[in-house]
């Protein structure tokens, strides 16, 4: 009976991919704040953009094929859903008048410039690295991505990736190395 069981929960799984699409969803979600906080460079909006992309795999489940990547998928989510919102903020930014703009209190732009753990002086350096090097760094560094898959995120030649790599690392180096 058990076998029996087992056998018919795993062609549920293989048939439908939706037990396994939770199942990954959950699994990747401290990945998936982990690289959202490489890209925001705020463990607040790190959440949010972390739900935000959740929400929309949820909403889009039926789009990804069971056999996939479903990490490369997830991230490409995440990395559209902080540019959604960095798009947002600036067209809200442009619409402030010069006035209004000082009584905008945000967070300190260079968090953990005072934390005593590498992790957090690694985290406060790469917020002061480009858009680009900062989500190459973000997959292969962080997260641990090779190049190919961190490549296609991207949707950016290898060698291009390499370059971004290479330049961010150094700066990273460079940045923590004065701290």
Same mark, same amino acid.
């Given at each position: 009976?058990?076998?029996? %069981?087992?056998?018919?929960?795993?062609?549920?799984?293989?048939?439908?991919?939706?037990?396994? +699409?939770?199942?990954?969803?959950?699994?990747?979600?401290? &990945?998936? &704040?982990? +690289? %959202?906080?490489?890209?925001?460079?705020?463990?607040?909006?790190?959440?949010?953009?972390?739900?935000?992309?959740?929400?929309?795999?949820?909403?889009?489940?039926?789009?990804?094929?069971?056999?996939?990547?479903?990490?490369?998928?997830?991230?490409?989510?995440?990395? !559209? %859903?902080?540019?959604?919102?960095?798009?947002?903020? !600036?067209?809200?930014?442009?619409?402030?008048?010069? =006035?209004?703009?000082? =009584?905008?209190?945000?967070?300190?732009?260079?968090?953990?410039?005072?934390? &005593?753990?590498?992790?957090?002086?690694?985290?406060?350096?790469?917020?002061?690295?480009?858009?680009?090097?900062?989500? %190459?760094?973000?997959?292969?560094?962080?997260?641990?991505?090779?190049?190919?898959?961190?490549? =296609?995120?991207?949707?950016?030649?290898?060698?291009?990736?390499?370059?971004?790599?290479? &330049?961010?690392? !150094?700066?990273?180096?460079?940045?923590?190395?004065?701290?």
């Amino acid at each position: 009976m058990k076998r029996t %069981a087992t056998r018919v929960s795993s062609m549920k799984l293989k048939g439908i991919g939706l037990d396994a +699409f939770e199942e990954g969803l959950s699994a990747m979600l401290p &990945r998936l &704040r982990r +690289f %959202a906080h490489g890209l925001s460079r705020s463990p607040a909006d790190a959440d949010d953009l972390a739900q935000i992309a959740v929400e929309r795999a949820l909403r889009a489940r039926g789009q990804w094929q069971p056999g996939t990547r479903l990490d490369s998928w997830l991230y490409r989510i995440t990395r !559209n %859903a902080w540019i959604d919102t960095a798009r947002a903020r !600036n067209r809200e930014a442009a619409r402030l008048l010069p =006035e209004e703009a000082g =009584e905008q209190v945000g967070e300190d732009p260079r968090p953990g410039l005072e934390a &005593r753990l590498d992790l957090d002086r690694m985290m406060a350096a790469m917020a002061h690295l480009p858009e680009d090097q900062r989500e %190459a760094v973000a997959l292969v560094l962080i997260e641990g991505c090779g190049y190919r898959e961190a490549a =296609e995120i991207l949707e950016i030649p290898v060698g291009t990736l390499s370059s971004r790599l290479v &330049r961010g690392r !150094n700066a990273l180096l460079a940045l923590v190395g004065e701290g």
